[in-house]
């Protein structure tokens, strides 16, 4: 079992930053990919971000140019640096990973979200 823990949510005013870490932990052999998805009350959880472990990524339109994805592969960990956030911005943000837990064996985990919340 692949388990992700997100931290680093809070209440921010408009035009403040952010970041978000994902930790992962248990049998792991590889991760290929991890993402930020964000979900807001009534909507569709969105893609906000993601990175290969080439360091490949990719922004949400409504994102580029604020946010900022990375990795560090040695320690399991992913961060999203969110800067001039707005209020349109809060939403549950989730991380997800997807890989090999062993040679044989493929894996999509997800964190259980943490709340991010831009308002004056």
């Known amino acids: 079992q692949v388990q992700l823990v997100e931290s680093g949510g809070g209440l921010v005013q408009p035009g403040g930053s952010l970041r978000l870490s994902c930790a992962a932990s248990?049998?792991?052999?590889?991760?290929?990919?991890m993402n930020w998805y964000r979900q807001a009350p009534g909507e569709q959880r969105e893609l906000v971000a993601g990175i290969t472990s080439g360091g490949t990524t990719n922004y949400a339109d409504s994102v580029k140019g604020r946010f900022t994805i990375s990795r560090d592969n040695a320690k399991n960990t992913m961060y999203l640096q969110m800067n001039s956030l707005k209020p349109e911005d809060t939403a549950v943000y989730y991380c997800?990973?997807?890989?090999?837990?062993?040679?044989?064996?493929?894996?999509?985990?997800w964190g259980q979200g943490t709340q991010v919340t831009v308002s004056s």
């Open positions: 248990g049998s792991i052999f590889t991760i290929y990919t």
């Open positions: 997800q990973a997807r890989g090999l837990a062993t040679q044989r064996d493929l894996f999509t985990s």
